[in-house]
């Protein structure tokens, strides 16, 4: 009997005082979800950083995190180790990958005793280039795929780099897979109570069992549900394929 491989992600949000690392722009703040072989697992990382230099009055728009409030946070050099130690090994999901990338790189370059890329310590899959693919000549920006995949966004009123990577989060889950798994991975199933007495039901047992048949009404549902994710996975619904 073969073990099945387990599969970590972490989906990862940023955000910064501006758009280019050239002028020396820096991050201030990550946010990160881990799933595991597609669960969501309830472990995140997430932090807010002083960035030692001012924020551009645009991104301050975009974000609404001010000098202010991030002037008593740690520096990334103090919180560095602990975000490699969450991330190192996982494949890391990101949207427009190359512009946090680039920039978890360049706050890596500023440390002493730190000579790793972040994509040498992960692999990465950029959500966007995914998305763009799947629906190309579309808007394919987080709000629009929320819309497109029926992902709840309400709360997103300013970005937010945890926020963003939890609705990211279920966005690849759902533009993946056609459903975002709502259990932890860390869950263990409950006994019955068969099992707590130390008697099991064997399979072909001929104890009866109730059989309960889907209303007209449910087998309409379910029917529309298999034509939407027919749809959203761009003709991908392995339940349509088989039957």
Avoid at 50 to 55: H, K, S, V
Avoid at 198 to 224: C, F, P
Wanted: glycine content about 6%; some cysteine.
């Amino acid at each position: 009997m073969t073990e099945t491989a387990v599969k970590r992600q972490v989906v990862l949000d940023t955000e910064t005082t501006g758009l280019s690392t050239a002028d020396d722009h820096r991050i201030i703040e990550i946010g990160c979800v881990e799933i595991i072989n597609r669960r969501l697992t309830g472990r995140n990382f997430h932090q807010y950083i002083n960035p030692e230099r001012d924020i551009d009055a645009g991104a301050m728009e975009v974000h609404g995190i001010t000098p202010e409030f991030l002037a008593d946070k740690p520096f990334f050099a103090d919180v560095a180790e602990e975000f490699l130690e969450f991330v190192k090994g996982a494949e890391l999901v990101i949207h427009n990958a190359p512009f946090d990338v680039g920039f978890l790189n360049h706050e890596l370059a500023k440390l002493a005793d730190q000579d790793a890329t972040i994509d040498a310590l992960c692999s990465v899959l950029d959500t966007l280039k995914m998305a763009r693919d799947r629906h190309p000549g579309q808007k394919n920006n987080l709000d629009a795929l929320c819309k497109r995949y029926d992902v709840d966004n309400t709360n997103r009123e300013l970005h937010g780099a945890l926020l963003d990577a939890e609705i990211l989060a279920d966005v690849y889950l759902a533009m993946t897979g056609g459903q975002v798994s709502l259990s932890l991975a860390t869950e263990q199933p409950t006994q019955t109570d068969s099992q707590q007495t130390g008697h099991t039901i064997q399979a072909g047992s001929q104890q009866q069992r109730k059989v309960l048949k889907a209303t007209d009404e449910e087998i309409a549902a379910h029917d529309a549900m298999l034509e939407k994710l027919q749809s959203t996975s761009g003709g991908q619904c392995v339940w349509l394929k088989s039957s």
